[in-house]
C-alpha cells in the first residue's frame, strides 16, 4: 500500500507543477529483484536549495513554487 501512495504523491506533483499542455512521464522497470518507478514532468523543477531534503518526511520547497502565479510561462525562472 506505501508504494501506492508514494507513486500517487509523485504523479500528484508532477501534475500540480506542470503547465497546461505539459507532460509527464511514468515509467516501471525491473533492476535484479527491485521495481524502479519513476516519474518524470517538464514542469517548473525543484529549486537546488531543497534537493536534499526533498524526501524527508512532511518535506516541501520552501520556495512555495506555482506556475500558476506566473503571468506568462515564457516569464518564470527556475529557482527565481
Known amino acids: 500500500m506505501r508504494l501506492a501512495q508514494i507513486t ?9 507543477y506542470t503547465p ?9 522497470s525491473r ?15 525543484i529549486p537546488a536549495e531543497d534537493l536534499p531534503t526533498i ?8 520556495s512555495g513554487w506555482d506556475w500558476r502565479s506566473c503571468a506568462r510561462w515564457s516569464n518564470c525562472i527556475r529557482g527565481a
Open 55 to 62: 524526501f524527508d518526511m512532511f518535506a516541501q520547497a520552501a
Open 8 to 16: 500517487q504523491n509523485l504523479l500528484n506533483n508532477a501534475l500540480r
Open 31 to 45: 533492476q535484479g529483484d527491485e521495481a524502479v518507478i519513476a516519474v518524470r514532468d517538464n514542469g517548473i523543477g
Open 20 to 28: 497546461p499542455g505539459g507532460k509527464i512521464w511514468l515509467a516501471v
